[in-house]
Structure formats: structure tokens, C-alpha cells
């Protein structure tokens, strides 16, 4: 009869197991410890748009961004990846963590032309819904070859207006686009359907299907 507690004891331990261990993936990082601090941390302002400034967007976590970074390096880590492109700024920092992880480049897209880009470019123009403008997007052509093998990583991908700009840089430079690792889709929001349609390979961290006044709900979290 003694043994009951224990068995009972036994028994949450493998449940709490049971259903922490699936949130873990191979590089360690804790995707619901990514819902959470959207959760805790997120403020929903009109578009919707959430800002997540305090470990993402303007202050960044390093730490964090590294295991995010990391995640995205292992869902691509056999797609031969030569180059990782993003679009600044803010996609920058988990752009380089990915860089990092599969020891490759990292090429940002350029919205402003500074007195440093020189040479021939590449360059397109997105209409951005989120921030209601057009802008035109540049890199460098020597820094994006016919035979890189690309990986776009962001941190936010909504419409999906940015991720189109860097395919069309990636197609002028006859480059192959092998995905776009993401760390927050708003699932609510077309982009991520759309490229999905298109072919492309889209690997978002957390997908936000809903988010309003009464919160915020993840696609696959209960
Ligand atoms: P869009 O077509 O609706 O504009 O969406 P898209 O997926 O192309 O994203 C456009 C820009 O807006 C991206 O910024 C993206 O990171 C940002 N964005 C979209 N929705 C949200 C949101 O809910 N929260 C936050 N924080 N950002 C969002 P970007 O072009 O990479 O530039 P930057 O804003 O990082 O400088």
C-alpha cells in the first residue's frame, strides 16, 4: 500500500516529461519559452502589430537570439545553405546567430544607400503593409552568386512583402532560394500561406494565429 504515493509521484514526473520534452528540440532551445515571452512581454498595437521590443525588436536578448538562431540553423542544416540573407534591421540579429550556428555568410538587404555601397546592385522595391510606404531594397552584386544557395531568415514575417523583395534579389542574381527561417509568423497575416503555395520552404518558431484584447494564440499550443 506504501508504494502508492511513489507510484503517484512516478507518474507526474513522466507526465511533466511527457509533455515538456516535444517543446525541446535538438539545439536546446525551448520553443515555448519563445510563446511565453511573447505572451508575457508582447504588446498588441493597432494592425495588429506586436511589438516585442524588449528581447527582439530594439533591446535584444543575445543569448536568446543565439538559441533562436541556432534552431533555425538545425530545421536547414542539410539544405546546403551557402549564404543567409535578410533585410534590415531587425531581422539582423537572428540572421547572424543563424550565420553563426551553420558557418556561413550573412548579407543584409540595404533600404538606404550609404556612402559605403559601392559597385554594381541588386535592387528591388517592397510595399510594406505593415508601415504603409514602398522602399527599395539594394545588395551589393558580389556578395550574392549564381551559385549560393540561400537561406532568408527574418524576424517577423506578416505579408510577406520583405521576403518577396529578397526572392526577387536572390532570382536577379540567378541564386537559389532554398527557404526562409522565421521567428515569429503572423499566421492571421497571408505571407506565410502564400510563399507555402509558392513552393517555398517557410520554418517559422511561433505562429501567432490569433492575437487581440483577449490575447494571444499559437497555432500547435494547447
Ligand atoms: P508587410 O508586407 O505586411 O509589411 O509584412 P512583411 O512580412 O513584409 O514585414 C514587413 C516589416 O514589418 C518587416 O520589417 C517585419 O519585421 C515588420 N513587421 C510586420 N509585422 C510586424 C509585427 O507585428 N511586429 C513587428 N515588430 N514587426 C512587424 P523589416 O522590413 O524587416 O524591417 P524592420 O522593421 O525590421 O526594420
Redesign the pocket.
Known sequence: MMIFPEIQTLSIVFNCLFFYVPELTKAGVNLKALEDRIRAEGKILP??????SSFL?HQMDADFIMELGAELARRYADAGVTKILT?????IAVAVACGAALHVPVLFAKKHLTSNVSGDLYQTI?H????GTDYTVIVEREYLEANDRVLIV??????????EGLLDLIRQAGAEAVGAGIVIE?GF?E?GSKLREDGLSVESLAVIERMDADGIEFRGSC
Open positions: 494592425g495588429p502589430v506586436l511589438k516585442v525588436n533585410i534590415e534591421s531587425s531581422g517592397v510594406s503593409y505593415t508601415h527574418d524576424d517577423f514575417l506578416a505579408n510577406g512583402r520583405a521576403i503572423k497575416q505571407g
